[in-house]
């Protein structure tokens, strides 16, 4: 049995990975603000973790919560493109010197790893299909810019004091608990909810832009893996499907399921936001034994019964 930090747990990636460490029988701490994060995604498990409320942007405050830890699982973010083109400022200091901080107290409590959740989004618009983490990082927004100022702490901690570290590339996760409440959230819980409401979902653009969607279940497996797997240290790691699906395809899929025909409301592109994004994921597959265990439709499907009884 490990300890494991999550920062970031009370969020929707975050408190689905406290969920498995905690099936998995290991110990738990959370560290979460609760800006964006809520008690209510840790009502399950709130008994079994120890829980503190702190910002990551205060070091003096966080310092005492990495005491004892083994792993840290850094996902506390400002994590929207939108928003950081609105306010550039404030997705620094949490990304940027919130990311440091945690990097700061990690070394100083002798944490075995530090697992970045990192984003595709540093790749911008490279037409290079499928992306590899080899490729030249294009950010083309304030977030994406501060994912990878992240990396580069994380590859510098390494490399300077040994501190092991792994960043991951998420491809635009889903899947149940992402809060549709916020204009910046993940398209998917908005489009979801909107059908859900009898509402008509909006694509900012032509609805022929793609992503890798990437349902919640397999990038929880893949960031549990990176806490101990051999040679990964110190990398940079893709994690996606290697699958792309355009906004267009995806009201389909869903008109299916909800056996409506709805047609959607295009509107203006939006600044910030990448074009087409798929990943290259053969470093996953090879360092993290990583796979796809629920392929899209079925995480949609999944994700649309939870939206289902949450919203009843």
Same mark, same amino acid.
């Given at each position: 049995m490990a300890c494991y930090l999550v920062t970031g747990g009370a969020g929707f990636i975050g408190s689905n990975i406290v969920d498995e460490l905690l099936r998995r029988g290991e110990t738990v701490r959370v560290l979460d603000n609760l800006s964006t994060g809520r008690l209510e995604n840790l009502a399950a498990t709130r008994e079994r973790i120890t829980f503190d409320e702190a910002d990551i942007r205060a070091p003096e405050k966080i310092a005492r919560c990495f005491e004892g830890v083994d792993y840290v699982i850094h996902e506390a973010a400002l994590a929207s493109v939108a928003a950081s083109v609105v306010d550039p400022a404030s997705t620094n200091a949490v990304n940027v010197d919130g990311t440091l901080n945690v990097l700061l107290a990690a070394r100083d409590a002798?944490?075995?790893?530090?697992?970045?959740?990192?984003?595709s989004a540093a790749y911008g618009d490279n037409p290079r299909l499928p992306l590899r983490e080899t490729e030249e990082a294009q950010p083309l927004?304030?977030? *994406?810019?501060?994912? %990878? &100022?992240? @990396?580069?702490?994380?590859?510098?901690?390494?490399q300077v004091y040994g501190l092991e570290t792994v960043a991951l590339r998420y491809f635009n996760v889903f899947g149940p608990r992402q809060d549709p409440s916020s204009p910046y959230s993940g398209v998917l819980s908005i489009f979801v909810t909107a059908y859900l409401r009898q509402s008509i979902p909006v694509i900012f653009g032509d609805g022929e832009q793609s992503r890798d969607f990437t349902y919640v279940e397999n990038v929880v497996e893949a960031t549990i893996s990176a806490c101990r797997a051999a040679g990964a240290a110190g990398k940079v790691i893709n994690i996606g499907t290697g699958q792309a699906r355009t906004l267009n395809q995806i009201v389909a899929v869903l008109n299916g399921i909800f056996a409506r025909q709805v047609t959607p409301r295009y509107e203006s592109p939006r600044l910030g936001d990448v074009r087409h994004s798929?990943?290259?994921?053969?470093? *996953?597959?090879?360092? %993290? &034994?990583? @796979?796809?265990?629920?392929?899209?439709?079925?995480?949609?499907?999944?994700?649309?019964e939870w939206y289902r009884a949450s919203l009843a």
């Open positions: 002798r944490v075995k790893r530090v697992v970045f959740a990192a984003s927004s304030p977030y *994406a810019l501060t994912k %990878l &100022a992240g @990396e580069c702490y994380c590859k510098v901690f390494f798929l990943a290259e994921t053969s470093l *996953a597959r090879r360092l %993290l &034994a990583f @796979e796809t265990r629920v392929g899209f439709e079925e995480g949609l499907r999944r994700t649309v």
